[in-house]
């Protein structure tokens, strides 16, 4: 799996990165960055959680 994340739409809610920290985290100003463009299949659950609760639908999952 591959994800995409749209920065210039993020809020900064946080909620990717409370569901997937090893996937996510934020910076300074509260905006989203990826600590891994393609995790591995057991990050699977936690990126799916972090997609559906993302306010901003910022984040994208393109399965390869």
Known sequence: MRLTLDTSRCA???QCALAAPDVFDH???GVAYL???EPGDQERAAVEEAIASCPTRA???IDH
């Open 12 to 14: 900064g809610a946080g």
């Open 27 to 29: 910076d300074e100003e």
């Open 35 to 37: 600590l891994q463009t």
């Open 59 to 61: 984040i994208a999952l």
